[in-house]
Structure formats: C-alpha cells, structure tokens
C-alpha cells in the first residue's frame, strides 16, 4: 500500500521594496538625529546653566582651608583635621578630602561626605589614616560637590 503525501506548500510573502526616495529620507533623518544629539552632549553644560542648574552656585561658592592640624590616637590612628570656611556667596557642600604626599600620590581620601557649609561659616573635616610618616609634608585637599577646592600643607610630626 503506498501512502501519497501532498507537499505542503508555504504561502508566499509579498516582497517588501524600499523605494529609493524613501531610503535616501531614512539616511537623512539618520544623519539630522546624529547631529542634534552630538550638539547636545557638547551643549549640556550651557543648557543646564541657561535652564537654571549649577551655574549660580559655581560663580558664588568659594571655599578656603584656613588651617590643617593632626593628632595620633595611642593605637596610631592619625587624625588630620582641615578647617574649612565658606568665603562665597551660597552654601557651599563638602564632599571629599584627600591627603597626598611630597610626589603627588594619594594617601588617603574620604570622598563620601556631606557636610553643608553656609556663607561666612566654617566648619571642620576629619580624615583618619595609619598611612602618614613623621616628619613629611603633606598636602591636604577640600573637594565641594561642584568642584571648587582649596588646599593646606600639613607637616605630620608623630606624639
């Protein structure tokens, strides 16, 4: 007995053509989206400014170190305390300290603090290490959260 099978037959899609017009449009939108969107990211920073970021805040915070000093708990741990005063116009928000030593290196650092200083006011920051050798000069730097910095020298004698 023999079995006939009919071949199954798939339908047939239409086939899809792009006309040429449509394609070079395509290609020119492609290009037009690039370049918005490259003149964006080269922009943002005046379009955050112009819509009312930080650009305020930048031109009025002034931070200064007014005064670096350490001391060593009996278990080793050097403290190094930089005494910050807001000499701008706005509050201005302390976020990271570091200490570097004579070549530039970083020693220690304590980037994640918060502590608001207001206008004419100052305010301490605290940085704890076991990294510090008596006798050399230290460099101790005070980050904000917009960038402004100011610095002291620290020369670390061990008590």
Do not use: W
């Not at 005494?83 to 290196?105: E, F, M, P, R």
């Amino acid at each position: 007995m023999v079995i006939m099978v009919k071949a199954l037959r798939f339908p047939r899609l239409p086939e899809i053509t792009i006309p040429k017009e449509s394609g070079k449009k395509a290609i020119l939108i492609l290009v037009v989206i690039i370049a918005i969107s490259v003149l964006l990211v080269l922009n943002t920073p005046k379009i955050v400014s112009f819509i009312g970021g930080s650009k305020f805040q930048i031109a009025n915070e002034s931070i200064r170190v007014v005064q670096c000093f350490s001391y060593q708990n009996p278990s080793g741990i050097v403290t190094v305390v930089a005494l910050v005063q807001n000499v701008g116009k706005s509050n201005a928000v302390i976020t990271s300290v570091y200490i570097y030593d004579h070549n530039g290196l970083e020693v220690a650092s304590n980037a994640s603090l918060l502590i608001t200083i207001p206008p004419g006011k100052a305010s301490p920051v605290f940085i704890r290490t076991f990294a510090l050798e008596p006798g050399n000069v230290y460099k101790v730097s005070v980050f904000t959260e917009v960038g402004t910095s100011s610095s002291c020298h620290l020369s670390f004698k061990e008590k």
